[in-house]
């Protein structure tokens, strides 16, 4: 399986599909990289590059204790593209994915990007504070956080369902 390790030695797992202009899929924090499991294969049969990767603490890829703040993803997604030496690249940024695109472009520029497609991202940041006022309450990521430690499992099994349920979905099964 194909690894790249980064600046600070981590091994992050990743796939790479197809000729052509690369695209860079990023996506969510709780998914790994076969999020993309269709999206990939049908964008390169048309024609495309498709990378995608386990993002540190998921999938194939090590799970360090800490580097989970947007300055270490954009660093690990720098060596990724320097790695792959990947030019005229189109970042797709789903979710924390965007975010990550965002830091990435804001911190190593263009050089390397000439796209960006942000899908339902979480850019700027989520918390309100005064200079983000849509941003949500610090009581929704307490909660959040409490229903994690309490039954993982269930509180991911409570957030696929609205994503992928379709419109049959239980909002009353959301945590």
């Not at 005229?88 to 472009?105: P, T």
Request: proline fraction near 5%; glycine fraction near 10%; hydrophobic fraction near 40%.
């Amino acid at each position: 399986m194909p690894y790249v390790t980064t600046r600070d030695g981590t091994r992050l797992h990743y796939k790479d599909w197809g000729d052509g202009r690369p695209v860079v899929l990023l996506g969510t924090a709780m998914m790994d990289s076969r999020m993309w499991e269709f999206q990939a294969p049908f964008l390169a049969e048309r024609g495309l590059r498709c990378v995608t990767y386990d993002r540190r603490g998921s999938g194939r890829s090590d799970a360090p204790w800490d580097g989970y703040d947007y300055e270490t993803l954009a660093g690990d997604l720098a060596d990724l593209l320097d790695h792959l030496d990947l030019r005229d690249a189109v970042l797709v940024g789903y979710a924390v994915g965007g975010g990550e695109a965002v830091r990435y472009l804001s911190r190593y520029g263009t050089g390397r990007v000439a796209k960006l497609a942000l899908v339902a991202s979480t850019t700027p940041f989520l918390l309100r504070t005064e200079d983000n006022p849509d941003g949500l309450d610090l009581a929704v990521f307490e909660e959040v956080a409490e229903a994690i430690r309490r039954d993982r499992a269930q509180w991911l099994s409570a957030c696929t369902a609205p994503f992928f349920g379709g419109p049959d979905a239980d909002p009353a099964d959301r945590v």
